[in-house]
């Protein structure tokens, strides 16, 4: 959860937490996803509803992760501008959860929501985006300066020298 996600919560009244669902089909779509691998992988018994806040966290950290690090390679490359960057890669992860979880009936397509819990959602994949584009800008950054001060060859021919001992 990002802060921009936290502070909406505050401002609603909403629980901040978690909370352990009655039953599956009302647990948050990533412990869903992480419920379902389970069963595939013979495991499904394994996993409880108790375990549904830490299971929310971690697939949605991993996802994000995930995502972040494609971005970065794409970013590498096509050195996009960070608000743009930012807003295509929110945009592209908000649309990419609808067509993973409806087909898997974890999560009703887009058009049956209200249009504004629609543009929260979306406001949330855009704050992501924003952040993971503006830190791999500043990366890029520090990354360039870095090599500028020694020539990336130099620094491997170092790393080879140390490590046959001379």
Do not use: C
């Not at 009655?22 to 691998?37: C, F, G, L, S, Y």
């Not at 979880?101 to 959602?121: F, H, K, M, N, T």
Request: no cysteine.
């Amino acid at each position: 959860m990002t802060a921009f996600q936290l502070a909406v919560k505050v401002l609603r009244g909403e629980r901040l937490d978690t909370p352990v669902p009655h039953r599956w089909a009302d647990a948050p779509p990533p412990a869903q996803v992480a419920k379902r691998a389970a069963d595939a992988a013979g495991q499904g018994r394994r996993v409880s509803r108790e375990d549904v806040p830490l299971l929310t966290n971690v697939v949605h950290w991993l996802y994000g992760i995930g995502w972040g690090v494609a971005y970065a390679g794409a970013a590498d490359r096509l050195r996009p501008s960070a608000p743009a960057g930012g807003a295509l890669l929110g945009g592209t992860v908000w649309a990419t959860s609808y067509g993973e979880l409806v087909p898997l009936g974890i999560q009703d397509p887009p058009w049956q929501y209200p249009l504004a819990e629609l543009s929260l959602d979306l406001s949330y994949h855009l704050v992501y985006g924003a952040g993971v584009a503006g830190a791999v800008r500043l990366l890029q950054a520090r990354s360039t300066t870095a090599r500028r001060r020694r020539p990336i060859v130099g620094r491997f021919s170092q790393v080879a020298a140390a490590w046959n001992g001379g």
